[in-house]
């Protein structure tokens, strides 16, 4: 007799195990010889390895269907269960992006973030341009472990430049590693949605999710992975020309930014417009502009986004008519009213 633990990952354990367990129902009743039991993610299975094994199949093949199709009926079961392939296939919810820890949906919640899954499929690169709170970051690296699930890449990269943004290095404690993480968090946190932790230190422990500074990208040539630029407005012009060049034939990149939040030094430029301009009509580079109205955050976020644009716009309208205004000229004629304008005659001796 063996035991092992089968865990239901990446998909909704309600569309898994059905209402009231009538999926997981059917599933048990096909393997008589094994004992069963259901504990939330996992389920732990006792009786011979063969029997173990295809179980171990089934359940593959299930959580492919959901993870496909986004719902799964029980016909669908008994059907994968016989050894024929499922008919009346469901249509997928398009805005749906993958499932995370205990089924958790991930998806799209706004017609910009459509439009980059759609973009992401069609191009290798996609810039992702907006302000804070548009759910950018978030979507592109859901993208990333969909592809990373789905085995279309073998690795993820995700990369930020390690900019200060009125705050120094050297205040935080710690290595060099554990003054550059806190800069690198939102990305662990997206990624803490959307994988199992276990399975998640794993995957970094071995390098197939690998976080790093972009200064770490000099030199490599990155292949077969799905590379995120995040934060790409603290990229210096040389930084981005740098990353853009890294990018193996085979890999896919999603590079996000918020033109309004540049955190360089003021003589340092941004190469984030300059490569958008650059590379605006490259065959395979795609531009996705995010908005106030795809700000996800708390209602007044969207506010505040758009009370600070105002601000920007009227700066920038200003400076603008102040440098338009011509000077102006004093033409009057020069007088010599005063005693210190009028020439003294000469002395006749």
Same mark, same amino acid.
């Given at each position: 007799? =063996?035991?092992?633990?089968? #865990? ?8 898994? *195990? ?7 129902? @059917?599933? #048990? ?54 050894? =024929? ?25 706004? %017609? ?7 973009? =992401?499929? *069609? ?17 592109? @690296? ?11 890449? $073998? ?17 935080? %404690? ?8 806190? *800069?690198?968090?939102?990305? *662990?946190? &997206? ?26 990208? $000099? ?53 984030? $417009? ?59 004629? %020069?007088?010599?009213?005063? &005693?210190?304008?009028? @020439? ?6």
């Amino acid at each position: 007799m =063996s035991e092992t633990t089968v #865990k239901i990952e990446g998909v909704s354990l309600v569309e898994f *195990y059905g209402a009231n367990n009538a999926k997981f129902d @059917v599933l #048990k009743r096909s393997f008589p010889k094994l004992k069963l039991i259901p504990r939330g993610s996992k389920i732990k299975v006792i009786g011979s390895q063969e029997d173990i094994e295809v179980f171990e199949n089934n359940v593959d093949k299930m959580i492919d269907f959901v993870q496909k199709y986004g719902a799964m009926k029980v016909s669908h079961v008994e059907e994968m269960l016989a050894g =024929s392939e499922p008919t009346n296939i469901p249509q997928r919810k398009e805005n749906i992006i993958l499932y995370g820890p205990n089924g958790k949906v991930i998806k799209a919640k706004t %017609p910009n973030q459509m439009r980059m899954i759609t973009e =992401s499929d *069609y191009n290798d690169i996609v810039f992702a341009i907006g302000p804070a709170g548009t759910g950018k970051t978030y979507t592109a @690296v859901a993208l990333a472990v969909k592809a990373l699930k789905n085995k279309v890449v $073998r690795k993820i990269v995700l990369t930020r430049p390690a900019v200060e943004a009125g705050e120094s290095l050297g205040f935080l %404690p710690g290595d060099l590693k554990d003054k550059i993480d806190p *800069y690198l968090r939102p990305l *662990y946190d &997206a990624l803490d949605d959307m994988i199992d932790v276990e399975k998640l230190n794993y995957m970094m422990t071995n390098r197939i999710i690998e976080i790093a500074p972009l200064a770490y990208m $000099r030199g490599r040539t990155i292949d077969n992975a799905f590379i995120i630029l995040d934060e790409a407005q603290n990229a210096t012009r040389s930084q981005l020309k740098m990353f853009l060049t890294r990018i193996g034939p085979s890999a896919k990149t999603i590079i996000t930014g918020d033109l309004t939040q540049i955190d360089l030094p003021r003589n340092v430029k941004s190469g984030l $417009r300059q490569s958008i301009n650059i590379l605006k009509d490259i065959k395979g580079i795609s531009h996705v502009h995010l908005n106030s109205e795809d700000v996800i955050r708390h209602k007044l976020v969207k506010r505040i986004i758009e009370a600070y644009q105002d601000a920007e716009d009227k700066e920038e309208e200003e400076f603008q008519n102040r440098g338009k205004k011509k000077p102006i000229l004093n033409l009057k004629k %020069p007088t010599s009213n005063s &005693a210190e304008e009028e @020439v003294a005659p000469k002395e006749v001796s």
